[in-house]
């Protein structure tokens, strides 16, 4: 593989390492022939991050064909390369990224002014193919927002903030702080925005949800998008179902798909199994400024369900529902196809985790999905080696 | 600001004076070279000089020249002490040490002459500028076995600082001189600077090529991510000098030369030469407050053999 990043476009793709940091510590790299694709995914398998770069992006960008070349590497050696944005801006005038598969490096070079040349030569192990799994067209509701809207809103809430919960019904939205499992909630401090659909590009709210899910990694996503200026969509199902922020240009798509809580408290007052047909919150509620009431809801007794068993299906995200009845512990999942089978054992051994796995693809011929390997381990195919000097 | 005696006759006792009306131009020198608690301070009739040593391996010298103190007598030709340099440097900066000139305190726009009762011999009388706040400094030294004392006066308050000194030991001669320099690059300061500040700091050591022929002039480091490399080109316009006689790649420990980044960050130009045997010197020109040029030398002797290649 040989690409060629020239002038903004550097910043821009540096901004994108930035941001994939915020979601795990590695990141994969896998030349397509779409172009260039940078992912990541955080270690509960919780979220999950992709950014596609087309050819266009670049004004050099070969691979070679029918090469299914990928691998990964830890994302601060790459941060290490685009250290300093605001001297990558002034100096740096194109970046080479070459691709030497004798040697496992990846090469970075920065060609920056008064002749100064920068190497970066960093090592790299193979990896699957990481891609989750999800359909944001067939999503219930889609917004569209410039990115200050949703940075504004965010800045509201402490960096320490784990959840946040999402609500929408036909004309607004709201974002309030998920506060659960608090033992005296009239003790929590409670923050909640109200955001009208007019302050959106975009507002379409077929379904009447809300869905709950960690706010740092969108913060990672707003990171890109402000700085870029690309406004951000936003896909939203229901509870259980991921919810996808995606930005987007003609040389580039990023996608944050993050898991959400599979049930949300103030459903629980249903105890169907089948939550996908959650009733809508009634937004009096939040019209009212009903704390109270509010909180009330927060507190509904837990709905008896089954426990976190159960195997689910190995199917495309549509199927949510069907594995997940009330989960009372919290487990939400975003699908990605992959191994089945194994998932709740490994749920099980991660009981402290709100967030469950996300099920990731593998983009191997389908005689190779049948392995029975645990969900949160990926196969590496070269041997975990810290040391790649 | 000057802080000068009425009376001579005590400065008959020292046998080192040496005044200056910002002892920033001192103090922040003295920053660049602070890696270790001692230093060791030798001061002729050209001015002062301030070696600070680690590990029989590194040397950083500063060097003062008598022109930039606005007074400095010395009676002998060479005075030499050991002081603790962290100690000095909290002295120099009693008053603060963040202030920059031209700030305006309050009562700063005042011109007013004070006499201070000092000692029943003499008299010490302070002017206070109207223009920004300075430590104003009066270094004396009586000799050998007595303190170094320090005044420090700004706006009309006077500290008196006595440090104690020790027996100097001999700062070691790298024996570098420029006849057996074999390669030397001299570079403005901003490029090199933007260098250092990415070094990956997991590498143990800092390789430095120089060669009159590509890669000219090359920072490797060799760390946990991988390798990377700093290029400068002959041709650059940041390169000032280029003088390479012969392909050299020498290997310094991090940890010795990353207390250099200080004095480049003083710095506006810094020469880089190395010898027949691989030892490096690297030549600061700083330049301080009041545009004078004063000098920071670091000597580092090299980690280990490298094929040349």
Known sequence: MHCIVTGGNVKVLAKAVHSLSRIGDELYVEPQEDGLALRSVNSSRSAYACFLFAPLFFS???????????????????QSVFRSLTTLEKTVEKCHIDLDKQKDRLTFTLHCKHGLLKTHNLSFQDSESLQAVFDKDSYANVFRAQPRLLVDTVVHFPPSLDEVTMSVSDERMWVRNHVEDEPEASKAMLTELCLASDEFDHFAAQAHNSVTFCLKELRGLLVFAESTGLPVSMYLDEPGSPVVLSVTDSVLEGNFVLATLSDDPSLRKNSSKGAHTAAPPPPDDFMNDDMDSYLIAMDTSIAPGPSNTGPPPPSLSGDTRSKRP??????????IEEAEEEETDDLDRLPNKKFRSLFFGSVLPPSSQLSTQPMTSQEVLASDSEEEN | MPLSTQSQGDDEQYVLVANLDNARNLSNILKAITFKDHAIFTATTNGLKVTVEDSKCLQANAFIQAEIFQEFTIREDLVAFQINLTVLLDCLNIFGGTTTPGKIHKNKRIKKKLHLRWDSTCFLSVFCDAAGVSTALRMCYKGYGYPLTLFLEEGGVVTVCKINTQEP???????????????KVILQSESLKEAFSELDMTSEVLQITMSPSQPYFRLSTFGNAGNAHYDYSKDSDMMELFKCTETQTNRYKMSLLKPSTKALALSCKVSVRTD??????????????DGQICFVEYYCCPDEEVEEN
């Open chain 1, 60 to 78: 050099r960008y070969s691979i070679t064909s029918g090469d299914n070349f990928r691998c990964k590497m830890a994302i601060k050696s790459v």
């Open chain 1, 326 to 335: 009330a989960a009372v512990s919290h487990k939400a999942r975003i699908l």
């Open chain 2, 169 to 183: 030991e001999e700062p070691i001669d790298f024996e570098f001189c420029s006849t057996n320099v074999t390669n």
């Open chain 2, 276 to 289: 027949n045997r691989g030892f490096l010197s690297l030549q600061y020109l700083v330049r301080n407050d």
